[in-house]
């Protein structure tokens, strides 16, 4: 079975800190996809990444930057110099190789506020 | 491009009543899923359809729910009949192919109340 936890809740910082939003996840399988998704307060969801699990390299994009450690299990999600906007909740997500059932395995989300 | 559409973007109905969710993907785009939320299961990807054909409803919680895509521009989920414990916000999503690359682009969401 597949189990994907984000063990912060909540997270509450000032704009312009950094701040790390951790994802731990069991699965047997050896092969695996991992993803990370936003929800603003408006409600929407927005996709952010999608990462194979052969690929351990980190993943920068502008101020958001992704570190997979495939031996701790964790696929942890950085936001540098945090803005009001980033304010939202931020899922982690887990799904089967390719070639099979996608169904991902979702967390329960970090709430993340930016304080201006 | 408009984005993915979804519509009703509210539906408030009582228990036994068939729902219907549409959505109509990004233009070119090969994959939709949809998406449930809801307070106690969290999010959980219910279908999803490559090319108009499903190809995995494992997430579907019951026989009452059903999903249909008859051609590249239009899905829809149903329930039918309709429990209280369908009350919550689906989502609609397409995507280009499925490759590491490529962005799932979500629609706005239906928010279903059952009444």
């Known amino acids: 079975a597949q189990k994907v936890t984000q063990a912060q809740t909540e997270i509450s910082v000032v704009e312009k800190e950094d701040v790390t939003l951790d994802c731990v996840y069991e699965?047997?399988?050896?092969?695996?996809?991992l993803f990370w998704y936003k929800q603003p307060p408006s409600g929407e969801l927005v996709f952010l990444i999608r990462?194979?699990?052969?690929?351990?390299q980190n993943e920068i994009s502008g101020r958001y930057s992704w570190n997979f450690q495939k031996s701790t299990s964790s696929f942890n999600f950085t936001i540098t110099a945090s803005q009001v906007v980033d304010s939202a909740v931020y899922f982690c997500?887990?799904?089967?190789?390719?070639?099979?059932?996608?169904?991902?395995?979702f967390g329960r989300g970090t709430s993340l506020i930016v304080h201006p | 491009d408009a984005g993915v559409i979804q519509s009703p973007r509210h539906e408030v109905t009582e228990m036994g009543q068939e729902v219907t969710l549409r959505c109509k993907p990004i233009?070119?785009?090969?994959?939709l899923f949809w998406y449930r939320q809801t307070m106690m299961r969290g999010l959980e990807l219910l279908i999803y359809?490559?090319?108009?054909?499903?190809?995995?409803d494992s997430g579907m919680p019951e026989d009452r729910f059903s999903a249909k895509m008859p051609n590249a521009s239009f899905s829809t989920l149903k329930i039918q009949p309709s429990e209280p414990r369908d009350s919550a916000v689906y989502f609609c999503?397409?995507?280009?192919?499925?490759?590491?690359?490529?962005?799932?682009?979500f629609g706005p969401g239906t928010r279903l109340t059952v009444l």
């Open positions: 699965t047997r399988d050896t092969t695996y996809y």
């Open positions: 233009s070119g785009h090969d994959y």
């Open positions: 999503a397409s995507s280009l192919t499925w490759a590491s690359t490529d962005t799932q682009y």
């Open positions: 359809f490559n090319n108009n054909v499903p190809i995995d």
């Open positions: 990462r194979n699990s052969f690929d351990e």
């Open positions: 997500a887990l799904s089967p190789p390719s070639g099979g059932s996608y169904i991902p395995t």
